[in-house]
């Protein structure tokens, strides 16, 4: 049996109105409507969490929709550092994870190895104890120090012993989690 290309796109065309309970022509022919129009958000509302509702409204739209999702990590970070979001609130175990990290950044002066700095920023974004039980800091708390003394063998220097002490003091720290 021989199907012509019309007939094919009527019966597609047939299909999606039966499985979309809607006229889908304007998405089967490309027409405007077709993923080519501009969507605006009229309202958007973001939660510290990252969790957001939006109402967005399209020309191919009859009505506005509402959405709801989740931004991803990167994104809140931007927000937070923007001030567009509350910051997470910091406990006081992360106020002591931290404390030990700009320990070993004043040991460096303006000079901090790229790990530290990675170190840091996984570690105000975990906050605070139950933040840090699934942070990178938990995970990855080796791979900072194998990469600093890497950092050290590069560079012809030795890790200051505030350094090490505080590294160790993390890496207890990060146990108890």
């Known amino acids: 049996m021989k199907i012509t290309k019309q007939e094919l796109v009527k019966v597609i065309k047939e299909e999606l109105e039966a499985v979309m309970d809607e006229d889908q022509g304007a998405f089967v022919r490309g027409a405007k409507g077709g993923g080519a129009d501009e969507i605006s958000v009229e309202k958007i509302r973001i939660s510290p969490d990252g969790s957001f509702k939006a109402r967005l409204s399209s020309a191919a739209m009859e009505k506005p929709i509402r959405v709801a999702g989740r931004l991803d990590d990167d994104s809140r970070a931007k927000l937070k550092q923007g001030g567009a979001l509350a910051a997470d609130q910091m406990d006081p175990f992360g106020k002591e994870v931290l404390d030990l990290i700009n320990k070993i950044k004043a040991t460096y ?3 901090v ?3 530290i700095r990675k170190l840091e920023s996984d570690a ?16 990855n708390i080796a ?6 003394l890497r950092y050290h063998q590069r560079t012809g220097t030795r890790p200051d012993h505030a350094v090490i002490s505080n590294f160790n ?4 720290l990060m146990r108890k989690v």
């Open 113 to 115: 190895p790229p790990p």
């Open 124 to 139: 105000m974004k975990a906050a605070n104890k139950e933040g840090f039980a699934s942070s990178p800091v938990k995970t």
């Open 143 to 148: 791979d900072y120090w194998n990469d600093t």
């Open 169 to 172: 003091a993390i890496n207890t």
């Open 109 to 111: 002066g303006n000079d």
